[in-house]
């Protein structure tokens, strides 16, 4: 049974940074694990990704440079550093992993079919 952990998450202040954590276990084939987020009233965000045969990651443009994906492909836990926090980035984290095949896409939500339960951050002035 596949099951996805996240941790790490809280309050901080804008500028700082955080990291949260992405406990994977009961995995076999995994395609991609990304990175999404949800805030208020919005829709689900795909933040980045880390392709498990290569650990290659792609990032959502306007969070390049921000934010990363450390860890590699040989660990079960992921991590993703966010630097540089502001008001915008409030929002549930999510990480989520892909099980079919490396092609199609895999920057939406839909493209997922494991997720964890989520852990807030929440960035204040």
């Known amino acids: 049974q596949i099951q996805l952990v996240e941790s790490g998450g809280g309050l901080v202040q804008a500028g700082d940074s955080l990291t949260l954590s992405c406990a994977v276990s009961?995995?076999?084939?995994?395609?991609?694990l990304g990175w999404f987020r949800q805030a208020p009233g919005k829709e689900r965000e795909f933040i980045a990704s880390l392709r498990w045969n290569s650990g290659k990651t792609e990032y959502k443009e306007s969070l390049k440079g921000r934010f990363s994906v450390l860890g590699d492909n040989t660990e079960d836990t992921q991590y993703l550093q966010m630097n540089n926090l502001t008001l915008e980035d409030t929002a549930v984290y999510y990480c989520a992993l892909k099980v079919s095949a490396y092609m199609g896409s895999h920057d939406r939500a839909s493209d997922y079919d494991y997720w964890g339960q989520g852990t807030s951050v929440t960035v204040s002035l």
């Open positions: 009961g995995r076999s084939f995994t395609s991609y």
